[in-house]
């Protein structure tokens, strides 16, 4: 019975120590759970949330309350020597209730209030797809980099059985020292390959691990096809309208533009008069102790009061000039950022479309590739090919795959951007992304 539970203790433990496999997906929600700045985006988004009650305050009515206890002593020439006077004693209290009529600084405070709470919920979804975008283009930097460092050890240890044949031949007379040259060439430069290769892998795993808080070593995904459901993606990215103004980052830019026109309108107010009305409450109560006189006064009034400021030396007017020239800027600002997301969109789209293009060209070029590696090696055996030829097909060979993973990051990456730009970078379009990256093995071998 001990050893059992020794056993089951040491099968839990090694359980929990087991590596697990990261897809993208999991990176995504170990992102937003991890990454202080989307933390940092929530909590101002809250924060901007409250403008929306201050700018509603502004219209609201204000009420106050105003009381007061003093003791005085009087001197009194009349009193006996000795006299200390005599103390008078009050109490006082005023209810006061004010509530704007007309007041258009206090309107245009209201509105920029609602911009401003909008504008910060613009803004944590724009942080929010940066981490989205960063982390998923991380973790494909990830699978580019493991694939071209796999292809750079595969010729390396090809090249290095090559150069150990061609040694052997030069043993035997049949090859010389051109031939050993050419293929410890053919060998170091797959090493600097590798080399680079490992230095990208680990310098994009260290990303990964800054943005999610996971092991970088343990992402899980490889290139090997495009999403089953490419051409109704790119029919229903073609045919659904543009709505440019819902895009967070316009959304953000009109919100600032709106934000400066009621700095406009406020500015302007105060050139008109202002109206309120006023009511108001008083009670006093009030004792002198000499001669025992009490006496309570009540009072209460109601009205409308009015204030226009007149002149006020020009700086109000200057003030104006400025806050309309800042919102012209602005308004600018939103025409170009418009014009250059029309054209970032139909650039993505079309990089889309020549990603998956290039996939099948570059998927057909590996293969031929290695179809013609196995003739040269092949014809090297009969003594028709060269040394140099086998070096030449292994080097074409793994350019080949090289430019095959760079087209399927390239695609993917296309995906991402494009979402980015039109603000619709979700979890229904990565979860998909996700399942095209992580096939079963019946599914590598069959692309193969």
Same mark, same amino acid.
């Given at each position: 019975?001990?050893?059992?539970?020794?056993?089951?203790?040491?099968?839990?433990?090694?359980?929990?120590?087991?590596?697990?496999?990261?897809?993208?997906?999991?990176?995504?929600?170990?992102?937003?759970?991890?990454?202080?700045?989307?933390?940092?985006?929530?909590?101002?988004?809250?924060?901007?949330?409250?403008?929306?009650?201050?700018?509603?305050?502004?219209?609201?009515?204000?009420?106050?309350?105003?009381?007061?206890?003093?003791?005085?002593?009087?001197?009194?020439?009349?009193?006996?020597?000795?006299?200390?006077?005599? /103390?008078?004693?009050?109490?006082?209290?005023?209810?006061?209730?004010?509530?704007?009529?007309?007041?258009?600084? %206090?309107?245009?405070?209201?509105? %920029?209030?609602?911009?401003?709470?909008?504008?910060?919920?613009?803004?944590?979804?724009?942080?929010?797809?940066?981490?989205?975008? /960063?982390?998923?283009?991380?973790?494909?930097?990830?699978?580019?980099?493991?694939?071209?460092?796999?292809?750079?050890?595969?010729?390396?240890?090809?090249?290095?059985?090559?150069?150990?044949?061609?040694?052997?031949?030069?043993?035997?007379?049949?090859?010389?020292?051109?031939?050993?040259?050419?293929?410890?060439?053919?060998?170091?430069?797959?090493?600097?390959?590798?080399?680079?290769?490992?230095?990208?892998?680990?310098? %994009?795993? @260290?990303?990964?691990?800054?943005? +999610?808080?996971?092991?970088?070593?343990?992402?899980?995904?490889?290139?090997?096809?495009?999403?089953?459901?490419?051409?109704?993606?790119?029919?229903?990215?073609?045919?659904?309208?543009?709505?440019?103004? +819902?895009?967070?980052?316009?959304?953000?830019?009109?919100?600032?533009?709106?934000?400066?026109?009621? @700095?406009?309108?406020?500015?302007?107010?105060?050139?008109?008069?202002?109206?309120?009305?006023?009511?108001?409450?008083?009670?006093?109560?009030?004792?002198?102790?000499?001669?025992?006189?009490?006496? %309570?006064?009540?009072?209460?009034?109601?009205?409308?009061?009015?204030?226009?400021?007149?002149?006020?030396?020009?700086?109000?007017?200057?003030?104006?000039?400025?806050?309309?020239?800042?919102?012209?800027?602005?308004?600018?600002?939103?025409?170009?950022?418009?014009?250059?997301?029309?054209?970032?969109?139909?650039?993505?789209?079309?990089?889309?479309?020549?990603?998956?293009?290039?996939?099948?060209?570059?998927?057909?070029?590996?293969?031929?590739?290695?179809?013609?590696?196995?003739?040269?090696?092949?014809?090297?055996?009969?003594?028709?090919?060269?040394?140099?030829?086998?070096?030449?097909?292994?080097?074409?060979?793994?350019?080949?795959?090289?430019?095959?993973?760079?087209?399927?990051?390239?695609?993917?990456?296309?995906?991402?951007?494009?979402?980015?730009?039109?603000?619709?970078?979700?979890?229904?379009?990565?979860?998909?992304?996700?399942?095209?990256?992580?096939?079963?093995?019946?599914?590598? /071998?069959?692309?193969?």
């Amino acid at each position: 019975m001990q050893r059992f539970r020794l056993l089951s203790v040491l099968a839990i433990s090694w359980f929990h120590a087991a590596p697990q496999a990261h897809t993208l997906m999991e990176a995504i929600e170990a992102a937003r759970r991890y990454d202080p700045q989307l933390a940092a985006a929530q909590a101002e988004r809250s924060a901007s949330a409250e403008q929306r009650i201050q700018g509603r305050a502004q219209l609201l009515p204000y009420v106050s309350v105003d009381s007061r206890y003093g003791v005085s002593v009087d001197g009194d020439r009349s009193s006996m020597p000795g006299s200390l006077g005599s /103390e008078n004693n009050g109490l006082s209290g005023t209810l006061g209730l004010r509530q704007p009529l007309f007041d258009l600084p %206090r309107m245009a405070r209201y509105r %920029r209030g609602q911009a401003a709470s909008e504008e910060g919920i613009a803004a944590f979804e724009i942080v929010q797809q940066k981490l989205l975008y /960063e982390t998923a283009s991380t973790y494909l930097d990830i699978l580019v980099a493991r694939q071209n460092l796999e292809t750079a050890e595969t010729s390396m240890t090809l090249l290095s059985k090559q150069l150990a044949r061609v040694r052997e031949e030069a043993n035997l007379g049949l090859a010389d020292m051109v031939d050993i040259d050419e293929s410890i060439s053919a060998r170091d430069e797959a090493l600097a390959e590798r080399i680079n290769a490992l230095h990208m892998l680990r310098d %994009r795993q @260290r990303d990964f691990t800054r943005l +999610t808080g996971l092991n970088g070593e343990q992402v899980e995904g490889q290139f090997v096809a495009i999403p089953a459901n490419h051409e109704q993606l790119v029919g229903e990215l073609m045919a659904s309208p543009l709505m440019i103004d +819902t895009i967070p980052t316009i959304q953000q830019s009109l919100l600032e533009a709106e934000i400066a026109q009621t @700095r406009v309108q406020e500015l302007r107010g105060q050139h008109l008069p202002r109206v309120e009305l006023f009511a108001q409450v008083q009670h006093r109560d009030y004792q002198r102790s000499a001669i025992r006189d009490t006496r %309570r006064e009540h009072s209460s009034s109601v009205g409308v009061a009015m204030s226009w400021e007149l002149y006020a030396g020009g700086s109000t007017e200057s003030q104006v000039r400025e806050a309309e020239l800042k919102l012209l800027g602005q308004q600018e600002k939103n025409q170009a950022l418009k014009l250059n997301v029309e054209a970032a969109i139909q650039k993505q789209l079309l990089a889309i479309e020549l990603g998956k293009n290039q996939i099948q060209a570059n998927a057909q070029r590996a293969h031929s590739s290695r179809r013609k590696l196995e003739a040269i090696q092949a014809g090297k055996d009969l003594g028709i090919r060269s040394n140099f030829d086998i070096l030449q097909a292994e080097k074409d060979s793994a350019d080949a795959k090289r430019k095959l993973s760079d087209a399927y990051h390239a695609y993917y990456n296309a995906h991402l951007q494009l979402a980015v730009t039109r603000g619709t970078l979700d979890d229904h379009l990565l979860a998909g992304l996700s399942d095209s990256l992580n096939v079963s093995a019946k599914q590598i /071998e069959a692309a193969k």
